[in-house]
């Protein structure tokens, strides 16, 4: 069965410095998402992503923050310089059709960021 | 903007008994709701996706319906095994291509 797979599963990294979580969506999707949950506390919706663009982020995804799609394939999520708060578990999720066409959200294991 | 509130927060049942899930949201002004089960350190399952002009959805023991009007969801699991321990997560299509989840019921079914 198709999934969506994240890597790495943990990463720990010193404060300041920059992280790159990668995501490979389900191949036919067409939109990618970004979510984490830090210990404790609700999935948080990051950003959207539709043909080569960001269609929506939160107020969490500052400048700090970046996505791409560098390839046909893959999905990443870049934190420039990492604070503390960072901390958390980052789910990448892919749709076929957008939440909005109700299509299904389908997430990856997750990639577990600790920041030092 | 939108909040999504889960009911009980934690909810421990023997093996064998149907259960309700809740799940509550104050925008009634939605795409879909789904529900997802977490297990502990693993990322989100989605179990059942409903839209809005839908009122319920069933897979296998599980039956998710929607009241869209009063802002509620309930997830029915029947004949609980000690396998559906879990966190079980609703999330409604907040606009825009978001969702926005509830923290969650976390369940745990006593063999």
């Known amino acids: ?116 | 903007k939108q909040e999504v509130t889960q009911i009980p927060a934690a909810l421990s049942v023997p093996e064998g008994e149907n259960l309700v899930l809740n799940c509550s949201f104050t925008d009634s002004a939605i795409y879909n709701l789904q529900w997802f089960r977490q297990d502990p350190g693993k990322g989100l399952t989605s179990l059942l996706l409903i839209q809005s002009s839908q009122r319920e959805q069933t897979s296998g023991r599980l039956n998710a319906s929607l009241d869209k009007s009063s802002g509620r969801s309930t997830l029915y699991i029947a004949a609980s095994q000690p396998g559906d321990s879990a966190t079980y997560l609703c999330a409604v299509e907040g606009g825009s291509e978001k969702l926005v989840f509830g923290k969650g019921t976390k369940l745990t079914v006593n063999p």
């Not at chain 1, 036919?28 to 950003?47: A, C, D, P, S, T």
């Not at chain 1, 970046?66 to 893959?74: A, T």
Request: charged content about 20%; overall charge negative.
């Open chain 1, 1 to 116: 069965e198709p999934e969506v797979t994240q890597t790495p599963s943990h990463q720990v990294t010193q404060m300041g410095q920059e992280v790159i979580l990668r995501c490979v969506p389900i191949s036919n999707h067409l939109y990618f998402y970004w979510y984490r949950q830090i210990l404790g506390q609700k999935v948080e919706f990051l950003v959207s992503f539709y043909n080569n663009e960001i269609s929506e982020k939160s107020e969490i995804f500052d400048d700090q923050f970046s996505v791409e799609r560098p390839d046909g394939s893959n999905f990443t999520l870049k934190i420039r310089s990492t604070k503390l708060e960072d901390s958390a578990m980052y789910f990448c999720a892919s749709s076929l059709l957008g939440t909005q066409n109700t299509g299904e959200l389908f997430f990856g294991e997750g990639s577990r960021l600790t920041v030092l």
